[in-house]
């Protein structure tokens, strides 16, 4: 009776201890094959970033010591020297505070604005069929490719005939009127406002699930002690959606670290590279240039910068 009862706890997994038995031995047997059941089922994963993912930046980390060409079979072992060219590059540094300041206003709107959007559509300050047009409008441009939203752009934007210098002539605004991509002070921005029009609706849909996560009777106490709509934004939803925000905002860096697309086809980084970003100079100096150990090196700066974000986000959601 007392081996079968012994028995049963061991396949409960309910820890026992009796002196000088022996029957601690079989529970460790079974968590060991747990543990190595566990790492079965995540093996194939493992082994796809290995081969697909960590394996290619370790590779590319190694090209970028070297200088060679794609049509050639021979590389030139040169160290340091892509990296030195690339801190001597007046156009890398600028493509590299180009893609500070696409952070710096991706983080707002897709932030600041996507959030302070999501809070008014879920105050139910609308009626619902409005808040759902409102929604449905402002999420309908992250569905669309980004090549056809940089093509729609390119032709609203024609000086002249394009639509939104129409509009400012129509309006009274002429003056106003200017090539907004062939302007090198208007060309960058015009681009990252493309590209906010674009995923703003996005981030706003998940932070309107993160605030219907939030209890409503937190909300209604609120309303009940008179707080304004102000004071709630910042006294409740902040601080019931603040992993969504620390999250979408690491996406949101990320996202304008790795930005090329958009800018490749409404500029090619131009005019005169003044909406040059790392994506774009990487691509140019594979493709066109065809240096591939400088590619190489720019690609690197990427990846340690990219890293370095990521590290910085787990180290967050620890303290938190």
Not at 58 to 72: D, E, K, P, T
Not at 115 to 141: D, G, H
Not at 256 to 273: C, E, Q, R
């Amino acid at each position: 009776m007392a081996r079968a009862v012994a028995d049963l706890l061991v396949l409960a997994r309910v820890p026992f201890y009796t002196k000088g038995s022996t029957m601690t031995r079989p529970s460790a047997n079974r968590t060991h094959r747990a543990s190595l059941q566990g790492w079965l089922w995540v093996a194939p994963t493992l082994a796809f970033l290995v081969i697909f993912v960590y394996g290619p930046a370790l590779a590319n980390v190694r090209y970028s010591l070297f200088s060679f060409s794609a049509m050639s079979t021979s590389k030139t072992f040169v160290g340091l020297a892509n990296y030195a060219r690339l801190m001597a590059d007046p156009i890398f540094l600028q493509g590299l505070v180009n893609n500070a300041l696409y952070a710096l206003i991706s983080v707002f709107f897709q932030v600041g604005v996507a959030l302070t959007l999501a809070a008014v559509l879920e105050a139910r300050i609308f009626p619902r069929f409005a808040a759902n047009t409102f929604r449905s409008a402002l999420f309908l441009p992250s569905i669309l490719p980004v090549v056809v939203v940089g093509l729609i752009w390119q032709l609203l934007l024609a000086p002249a005939m394009g639509l939104v210098d129409q509009a400012l002539w129509e309006l009274g605004l002429g003056d106003w009127s200017r090539a907004w991509l062939g302007d090198p002070a208007t060309a960058l921005f015009t681009i990252i406002m493309v590209s906010q029009w674009q995923w703003t609706g996005y981030i706003m849909a998940l932070f309107m699930v993160a605030i219907r996560a939030i209890p409503r009777d937190l909300y209604e106490a609120m309303e009940l002690e008179g707080a304004s709509g102000p004071r709630i934004f910042w006294n409740l939803t902040v601080p019931g959606a603040r992993e969504t925000i620390l999250i979408v905002t690491i996406i949101t860096i990320l996202g304008s670290l790795k930005v090329f697309d958009i800018v490749w086809v409404m500029t090619a980084g131009g005019p005169n590279h003044s909406s040059e970003v790392l994506g774009t100079l990487m691509y140019r100096a594979a493709f066109r240039d065809d240096v591939i150990g400088y590619s190489s090196a720019i690609a690197t700066v990427i990846f340690f910068i990219a890293l370095t974000i990521g590290v910085v986000q787990i180290k967050l959601q620890k303290d938190r």
